[in-house]
């Protein structure tokens, strides 16, 4: 019992760590393993109305199983189906949810969790919002009860913390975040930038945004107060980059009258992401102080980018995807991504957000 206190000190101290970024939420989950060796901890999130879910940040070694759970076995999980029953910020164990006599008749146990060792699961509900549930969750080998609900005992006792956690990254402005993206665009001039939240509430905006939003041109914040943009084809791409996963498309652009706009799925780190929920940034710029074709020129002749490895700087500074650059071009993907490469190594630059900077101005040439 010592032990299982000594450790949830531990815990505890490291979450505010990783909370204020002296520590990982890796190194978090690895200590959390350390109620039961050999373990597989992972923060996820359900969705109650489609059944399905997806971890976050998992334990070393688990990677494949993540990947199984978000492909397959998560609409499986039978745990899942009565997660709103379980008190929310009490650890609880499998056996609390689902009997386990049931439990080991389900394809969730006899392909999933017994394939890889495990027995049971230890899990504390973390957050609800609008059907959708963040937990954090432990499988173990360990098939005594007791044993887990101690182990469970010590989810219970730091989840307030975990909980302060959510309300920090929730409701704190973006600047605690890195907006690479969002911060090179707008430095440019005439543009404007509004990020949002997975509820579609502002969080973040520049003087531009502010106006943006004042104006009601092309976007209006609703007596609800959730953001949304009057053009149709643009909510529709707004809500789908709120929802996509990992991996997916992280930009839309449109042109309407003067106007380009481009909506961003912000990378952040992934815990951190679980905890803050995605964001998006639209970008409004007035075209006529997007790059002009001379400062593409300018730029390219500067580091002696050759025509095909201009024409793939320009797709890049026009917010085109790989794909359409592509298509534009009338070349393979793979030979894309070799003439982005090069741009790289000769202007210096690592990736597309720098050569956005470059192709704006808001870096010179080095």
């Known amino acids: ?35 039961s060796p050999d373990a597989f901890s992972t923060f996820f999130h359900h969705d109650a109305y489609s059944g399905t879910g997806a971890t976050t940040l998992v334990t070393g070694g688990f990677e494949a199983a993540q990947r199984d ?22 650890g609880v164990v499998g056996e609390q949810v689902v009997e386990r006599a049931d439990f080991r008749r389900t ?22 919002d609008s059907g959708r549930y963040f937990l954090l969750s432990t499988l173990t080998h360990e098939d005594d009860t007791d044993v887990n609900l101690r182990q469970a005992d010590v989810l219970t006792r730091i ?29 440019a001039a005439g543009i404007g930038m509004v990020v949002v939240n997975d509820r579609f509430r502002v969080v973040q905006a520049t003087a531009g945004g502010e106006g943006m939003l004042a104006g009601g041109g092309l976007m209006a914040v609703t007596p609800a107060g959730r953001l949304r943009l009057r053009d149709e084809a643009m909510q529709a791409a707004l809500e789908a980059l709120i929802a996509a996963p990992r991996g997916a498309t992280r930009m839309e652009m449109f042109v309407r009258g003067g106007c380009e706009v481009r909506l961003v799925r912000i990378r ?3 815990a951190v992401e679980f905890f803050a929920g995605p964001r998006v940034a639209i970008l409004v710029a007035d075209r006529s102080s997007l790059p002009e074709e001379a400062r593409i020129a300018a730029v390219a002749a500067f580091y002696r980018l050759t025509p095909s490895e201009r024409r793939v700087f320009e797709g890049v500074a026009a917010g085109r995807r790989v794909a359409e650059i592509a298509a534009h071009n009338g070349v393979t993907e793979g030979t894309v991504r070799m003439q982005i490469k090069a741009v790289f190594a000769k202007t210096g630059t690592h990736s597309q957000v720098e050569l956005v900077r470059l192709a704006f101005g808001a870096v010179g040439p080095r």
Request: hydrophobic share 45%; net charge neutral.
């Open 1 to 35: 019992m010592g032990d299982a206190l000594r450790l949830g000190d531990e815990l505890v101290s490291t979450i505010y760590a990783a909370m204020l970024g002296e520590t990982t939420w890796q190194t978090f989950l690895d200590r959390l393993n350390g109620l």
């Open 69 to 90: 759970y978000e492909r397959y076995y998560g609409a499986l999980n039978p745990w899942m189906r009565r997660v709103a029953m379980t008190p929310l910020g009490a």
């Open 107 to 128: 394809e969730y146990y006899n392909d999933f969790i017994r394939r890889m060792g495990f027995e049971t699961g230890i899990g504390l509900t973390l957050f609800r």
């Open 159 to 187: 989840a307030p913390h975990l909980r302060r956690v959510f309300n920090f990254y929730r409701e704190n402005r973006l600047d605690a975040f890195a907006l690479p993206l969002g911060e090179a665009v707008a430095q």
């Open 268 to 270: 952040m780190d992934h």
